[in-house]
C-alpha cells in the first residue's frame, strides 16, 4: 500500500541510467523525454505498508493465502545500505 506520483524533475536525472542499465539494448533518453508535451512519464511510488504472502491453507475448495506484515523502516535500511 502506499501513494504514486509522477516522477519530480530532479529525480528523473536518478532514475534514467538505472532504466538504461536494464535494457538489453538501451535508448539513452535524458529527464526532459519525459516532461512537457511529451507522451512518455516517469512516476514514483512511495509505500506505506509491505507485506509478503505467508501459508496458503484450504478454505473449502478455495485456497486462501495469507499475509505477513513487513516492517518498511527495516525495508528501507536495508535497500539504502546496498
Request: charged fraction near 25%; include cysteine.
Amino acid at each position: 500500500m502506499g501513494t504514486a506520483s509522477e516522477l519530480e524533475t530532479a529525480g528523473g536525472e536518478r532514475v534514467c541510467p538505472l532504466i538504461d542499465s536494464r535494457s538489453g539494448s538501451p535508448v539513452p533518453r535524458s529527464r526532459d523525454d519525459y516532461l512537457g508535451e511529451s507522451v512518455r512519464r516517469m512516476y514514483q511510488f512511495v509505500p506505506t505498508q509491505v507485506w509478503s504472502t505467508g501459508e496458503r491453507f484450504a478454505q473449502g475448495k478455495q485456497l486462501v493465502d495469507t499475509k505477513v506484515v513487513l516492517d518498511l523502516e527495516t525495508l528501507k535500511a536495508y535497500v539504502h545500505q546496498a
